[in-house]
């Protein structure tokens, strides 16, 4: 089955710096790769998505780019700000629709 | 559009009892569901998927009798958990898709169970 790897596990970064969370894939035939935030004791919610089509997708403060190449797709988060801080996963779906998803990243904005 | 809910959000059972939590498409009709099973400062770890009107998918390692689900309904997924022991305890999520290809998923707001 499909295994996705994710790192940093934890990240810190001041105000208005820029975040990056790093996600691999093993199953080549993945082809959908949402990324999903979650606070505290909440659900998880899709904050930015891409499909295998496409190598970039950005979104005002967030952006997420995708090697297939290398089978490794990044998260971008720019101008952080405090209420960025959360747990963020990242997922792999294959085209069976299962979703895989990564170990997460618990990011800290400092003020 | 696109809300899931999940009930109860929060149960405490003794060892040995079985727990019933209910999944459901508010809004839309859910080709798809899952259940995810997620343990304190981890990941979420699929479970099984869930089709209306056919037998789930588990996945490897997760316990077809322990884990029952049912998918009566294109609105409605359970999942039991049989004759829990404290080990069960966790926090369980269950997510839900509204068509055949791959789309988004809609979480629930997650089922915490504690088991005595």
């Known amino acids: ?111 | 559009g696109a809300v899931v809910s999940q009930h109860p959000s929060w149960v405490i059972c003794k060892s040995g009892t079985s727990v019933k939590i209910e999944c459901r498409s508010l809004d839309f009709q859910a080709t798809t569901m899952f259940w995810y099973r997620q343990f304190p400062k981890q990941s979420l770890m699929l479970m099984a998927t869930s089709n209306e009107g056919s037998k789930a998918t588990y996945e490897q390692g997760v316990e077809k009798d322990k884990f029952l689900i049912n998918h009566a309904s294109l609105t409605l997924s359970t999942l039991t958990v049989t004759s829990a022991h404290p080990e069960d305890s966790s926090f369980y999520i269950c997510s839900a898709t509204r068509g055949t290809s791959q789309e988004t998923q809609y979480f629930g707001p997650g089922t915490r169970l504690l088991v005595l």
Request: with cysteine.
């Open chain 1, 1 to 111: 089955g499909e295994n996705v790897e994710q790192h940093p596990s934890t990240l810190s970064v001041q105000e208005g710096d820029s975040a990056v969370i790093k996600c691999t894939y093993s199953d080549s035939a993945s082809n959908y790769f949402p990324w999903y935030k979650q606070e505290l004791g909440k659900r998880p919610q899709l904050i930015i998505d891409i499909r295998s089509n496409v190598g970039e997708k950005k979104d005002q403060r967030i952006a997420v780019t995708l090697n297939k190449t290398a089978k490794h797709f990044s998260l971008h988060i720019t101008e952080t700000q405090p209420e960025d801080s959360a747990v963020y996963f990242c997922a792999a779906s294959t085209p069976g629709n299962q979703f895989y998803f990564g170990t997460g990243t618990s990011l800290t904005v400092i003020p």
